[in-house]
């Protein structure tokens, strides 16, 4: 079945298609393109023109180009138009005008992806359901996840992200949601403003999409949440609170957190609510409650969506939880490792060092008789001017205090091991790279292991190595 036909993406955008085609998908990549897409020739870090001949030969159903390419023949399947992000643009309106479905559209400071991904899960069984890969939450991740998006699609989680003012708004009258969720405000992409009500006016923008009649869905407990309540009034139907705090129509009671477990209880106004999700956080417990309200709103079957988070896990990088042997001829020989090296700020960073201290390490297994919690935090980035104090924070908190050792990737991370007290302090090294080669000795059977930064501290090269080790270990003795 084709998502587009020439004749269709040429109206759409304005564009002379140089042939009759029909494409089955939508693509920007040749690494992941399949047969049958339609490839965007957009200028990211390279031009995606240099791509079309490869993107053709691969099985393209077409290309979507401003030129024609050197050495691509003018009778190719091509789609000329004026501009490629433009024109990607045009695509995603019209794939969201002709969908008859429902549309949630989430962003937050913390926990948007994994928030719409436990979405996805609740939705997907209970209607046919698209939701953006990755995380495709900008100018150009918006429009592809609508122009990717099939016409018969009953229910679409279209994920916002912004790291400037003025970001939000646009993507979010594109994507015309019928209902809109601020999961919460913390302190990240500070240096783009002035201060946290700066982040929340920013956030709060993406209601100015809501379709007529749509709802907002707001989290009460942040001190942000008067901006997200008054913008929310002007633009929607209803508006309806999630948390902790008293009067939210949400309301979150109770978190008991266990190993690979988190199970809630809350209070969807008067009707008592009682959930797990799969995965150990508190924060975990929030979004999905956040879930819950959105389920409740669209009228969704609410015991089928608490059986769906039970068993949701959440993305790779983003708190995955996973055993790692480091000797399969001994009993135990093993490390437990959680990866959430996508993303950092010091609102997540509480929260994943929360998950760590609630973790039990195993003892008598390893060379060290007692199992460790054992910390590796990279950078927090794009904190402005607070940065080294807001690094340094993170020694205070509750959930550091059982954390045995911490290892400091970055300049900025500095400030935190210079904090802390010296039985905690590890290594601290400048990059990812100097502590990836160190990773076979930081690590003993037994221990619990979180690795937390900022993707651009790139300390997913150390969540690499620490498997490199199990890895290595499994091969050399199987």
């Known amino acids: 079945m084709s998502l587009w036909t020439a004749t269709e993406a040429a109206t759409a955008t304005g564009g002379r298609a140089t042939t009759g085609w029909a494409a089955t998908g939508v693509s920007i990549d040749t ?27 691969k099985g393209a159903a077409a290309a979507l180009v401003s030129r024609i390419p050197e050495g691509v023949a003018p009778d190719a399947p091509l789609l000329l138009v004026a501009d490629v992000q433009t024109a990607l643009e045009a695509l995603g309106r019209a794939g969201r005008a002709r969908m008859r479905g429902r549309v949630i559209a989430v962003t937050g400071s913390v926990g948007k992806t994994s928030t719409k991904e436990m979405l996805r899960a609740v939705l997907s069984h209970q209607g046919r359901t698209h939701a953006a890969e990755a995380s495709y939450n900008n100018h150009w991740g918006v429009p592809l996840t609508l122009a990717r998006m099939p016409a018969d699609t009953q229910f679409a989680v279209i994920e916002i992200g912004m790291n400037h003012p003025g970001e939000i708004a646009p993507l979010s009258r594109m994507a015309r949601p019928h209902l809109a969720l601020v999961t919460t405000v913390a302190a990240a992409h500070l240096e783009a403003f002035e201060n946290l009500e700066g982040i929340a006016h920013e956030k709060a923008t993406i209601f100015e999409g809501l379709e007529p009649g749509g709802v907002a869905l707001v989290n009460t407990d942040i001190s942000t949440a008067a901006i997200l309540r008054e913008t929310a009034a002007r633009h929607a139907a209803r508006v309806i609170g999630f948390g902790t705090a008293r009067g939210a129509h949400h309301r979150l009671l109770a978190v008991d957190l266990h190993d690979g477990a988190t199970v809630a209880r809350a209070r969807a106004w008067r009707t008592p609510l009682l959930y797990k999700i799969g995965v150990t956080g508190r924060h975990f417990a929030m979004n999905g409650l956040a879930v819950l309200a959105a389920a409740h709103v669209l009228g969704l079957d609410r015991a089928v969506a608490i059986a769906d988070l039970a068993n949701w896990a959440p993305p790779e990088g983003r708190g995955t939880r996973e055993r790692l042997v480091l000797d399969l001829a001994a009993d135990g020989m093993s490390i437990d490792l959680i990866d959430d090296a996508f993303n950092a700020n010091p609102e997540s960073m509480a929260a994943a060092l929360e998950v760590l201290a609630a973790s039990t390490p195993r003892n008598d297994v390893g060379r060290v008789s007692n199992g460790r919690r054992i910390a590796i935090l990279g950078d927090m980035l794009e904190l402005g001017t607070t940065e080294t104090a807001l690094h340094a924070a993170l020694a205070t908190l509750p959930a550091m205090q059982t954390v045995d050792e911490v290892h400091c990737v970055g300049p900025r991370m500095h400030a935190l091991w210079q904090a802390l007290p010296e039985h905690k302090r590890g290594r601290h090294v400048a990059t990812a790279e100097d502590l990836a080669a160190e990773a076979h000795r930081l690590i003993d059977a037994g221990d619990v292991v979180l690795v937390k930064g900022s993707k651009g501290s790139r300390v997913s090269l150390v969540v690499a190595a620490l498997r490199r080790v199990g890895r290595g270990m499994e091969e050399e003795r199987g």
């Open 31 to 57: 690494r992941t393109l399949k047969p049958g897409d339609l490839f965007l020739a957009l200028h990211a870090a390279r031009d995606g023109h240099d791509f079309v001949a490869q993107a053709l030969a």
